[in-house]
T-cell receptor, first 112, second 116 residues
Framework: SQQGEEDPQALSIQEGENATMNCSYK?????LQWYRQNSGRGLVHLIL?????REKHSGRLRVTLDTSKKSSSLLITASRAADTASYFC????????????FGQGTRLTINP | GAGVSQSPRYKVAKRGQDVALRCDPI?????LFWYQQALGQGPEFLTY????????KSGLPSDRFFAERPEGSVSTLKIQRTQQEDSAVYLC??????????????FGDGTRLSIL
């Protein structure tokens, strides 16, 4: 079963525009992670935000976390064609296992 | 340094055959994970190793799935008597420390398994 759900499932924008993806989760977390997956490739870690943080930046990426609403958002500013990929949020299960639980992902297409 | 390496990249097998998928984690990484990713879905956890110890195998779909990491480095995921529903991409990930839930995971490019 998957804990996180991304919204929208697919997003298509023009190069240079900003892209926003949302993630909702169900259980309490100590951190939330965002990953990118290019077609036919593995996942690449983008950013980790801890439960006591509300916002985090990395280059053109901005992540927010609202633990009261159990939601997070990923903003990519000034999008580029190379940003075309699927984006997943993932939350670790705190108790016992170290596994990540992924959402279904947002497929982002940047049109040149 | 080298990332996580998985082989083969593609595997086609007939229903009923056994398959073995290999993962070479980043050198020195303590934690190793296997995930299964169906088309258009996010990865789903299969099993977790800390060094050579398999600490969690709760995600393995059936007793046809078996994973090992005998020397705490290379891992093999074996699927016996494959079924069509086993068709998926199998991803391996590793993490440097034992408390992997607080660290990013480094993924290989996966093995795409097709069962005919």
């Amino acid at each position: 079963s998957q804990q996180g759900e991304e919204d929208p499932q697919a997003l298509s924008i023009q190069e240079g525009e900003n892209a926003t993806m949302n993630c909702s989760y169900k259980t309490s977390i100590n951190n939330l992670q965002w990953y990118r997956q290019n077609s036919g490739r593995g996942l690449v870690h983008l950013i980790l935000i801890r439960s006591n943080e509300r916002e985090k930046h990395s280059g053109r990426l901005r992540v927010t976390l609202d633990t009261s609403k159990k939601s997070s958002s990923l903003l990519i500013t000034a999008s580029r064609a190379a940003d075309t990929a699927s984006y997943f949020c993932a939350t670790p299960i705190i108790q016992g296992a170290q596994k990540l639980v992924f959402g279904q992902g947002t497929r982002l297409t940047i049109n040149p | 340094g080298a990332g996580v390496s998985q082989s083969p990249r593609y595997k086609v097998a007939k229903r009923g055959q056994d398959v073995a998928l290999r993962c070479d984690p980043i050198s020195g990484h303590v934690s190793l994970f296997w995930y299964q990713q169906a088309l258009g879905q996010g990865p789903e956890f299969l099993t977790y190793f800390q060094n050579e110890a398999q600490l969690d195998k709760s995600g393995l779909p059936s007793d046809r799935f078996f994973a090992e990491r005998p020397e705490g480095s290379v891992s093999t995921l074996k699927i016996q008597r494959t079924q069509q529903e086993d068709s998926a991409v199998y991803l391996c990930a590793s993490s440097l420390v034992r408390t992997a839930s607080n660290q990013p995971q480094h993924f290989g490019d996966g093995t795409r398994l097709s069962i005919l």
